[in-house]
């Protein structure tokens, strides 16, 4: 079946320093890729989706410039928290589809920020 | 934009019972509900689609049902195992002719031995 690898799965980090995490298709091309963001005990809020070599769309209140999105590839996007402060820190997952008949998204194990 | 509702927020129940989780949206009528099982520090995995023109789906041990009048999927487990302690979500497209999914707040499951 499907497979989404995320990489790191945590990461510690400094106020003010950037994380990236990566977000692979292992074993199809995924046309779109979404990013959520997960508080303890809530569910999933997207932030934005992302579609192969074009700019990502992002959600009503995520800050673009804070939240980098790439997508250069149909195996690979990547999120980049820019000059991270301790109220990002979140459970970051992203899930691909390969774009072909219902919406059904393949999700990676999620990557935990935690900014000191 | 979609609203969805999980109304249980924690459901207890004994092993070898059936589990129901109810889901409620409010706005349009989606072309598909689907359901998601997600355990602790994990990412959610995909479990059940149903469609609008189909009133009830099935795989192994789950049971989803679709009421496009009441707004309203049911998720069924049946003969449940501790090991189906999880929370389980449901989800639909945020909007008509978007692909991106919106999630319910989820139900969390735990089955008593």
Same mark, same amino acid.
């Given at each position: 079946?499907?497979?989404?690898?995320?990489?790191?799965?945590?990461?510690?980090?400094?106020?003010?320093?950037?994380?990236?995490?990566?977000?692979?298709?292992?074993?199809? %091309?995924?046309?779109?890729?979404?990013?959520?963001? %997960?508080?303890?005990?809530?569910?999933?809020?997207?932030?934005?989706?992302?579609?192969?070599?074009?700019?990502?769309?992002?959600? %009503?209140?995520?800050?673009?410039?804070?939240?980098?999105?790439?997508h250069?590839?149909?195996?690979?996007?990547?999120?980049?928290?820019?000059?991270?402060?301790?109220?990002?820190?979140?459970?970051?997952?992203?899930?691909?589809?390969?774009?072909?008949?219902?919406?059904?998204?393949?999700?990676?194990?999620?990557?935990?920020?935690t900014?000191? | 934009?979609?609203?969805?509702?999980?109304?249980?927020?924690?459901?207890?129940?004994?092993?070898?019972?059936?589990?129901?989780?109810?889901?409620?949206?409010?706005?349009?009528?989606?072309?598909?509900?689907?359901?998601y099982?997600?355990?602790?520090?994990?990412?959610?995995?995909?479990?059940?689609?149903i469609?609008?023109n189909?009133?009830?789906?099935?795989?192994?041990?789950?049971?989803?049902?679709?009421?496009?009048?009441?707004?309203?999927?049911?998720?069924?487990?049946?003969?449940?195992?501790?090991?189906?302690?999880?929370?389980?979500?449901?989800?639909?497209?945020?909007?008509?002719?978007?692909?991106?999914?919106?999630?319910?707040?989820?139900?969390?499951?735990?089955?008593?031995?």
């Open positions: 079946g499907a497979v989404v690898s995320q990489h790191p799965s945590w990461v510690i980090c400094k106020s003010g320093t950037s994380v990236k995490i990566e977000c692979r298709s292992l074993d199809f %091309q995924a046309t779109t890729m979404f990013w959520y963001r %997960q508080f303890p005990k809530q569910s999933l809020m997207l932030m934005a989706t992302s579609n192969e070599g074009s700019k990502a769309t992002y959600e %009503q209140g995520v800050e673009k410039d804070k939240f980098l999105i790439n250069a590839s149909l195996t690979l996007s990547t999120l980049t928290v820019t000059s991270a402060h301790p109220e990002d820190s979140s459970f970051y997952i992203c899930s691909a589809t390969s774009g072909t008949g219902a919406n059904v998204l393949t999700f990676g194990a999620g990557s935990r920020l900014v000191l | 934009s979609q609203k969805i509702e999980q109304n249980s927020e924690a459901l207890n129940i004994q092993e070898g019972k059936t589990a129901t989780l109810t889901c409620n949206y409010t706005n349009y009528s989606p072309a598909y509900l689907q359901w099982r997600q355990d602790p520090g994990r990412g959610p995995v995909f479990l059940l689609l469609r609008e189909e009133k009830e789906k099935r795989k192994e041990r789950l049971k989803v049902t679709f009421d496009t009048t009441l707004k309203q999927s049911l998720f069924h487990i049946t003969a449940s195992q501790p090991a189906d302690s999880a929370t389980y979500l449901c989800a639909l497209a945020m909007d008509t002719g978007r692909r991106a999914l919106t999630f319910g707040s989820g139900t969390r499951l735990q089955v008593q031995p």
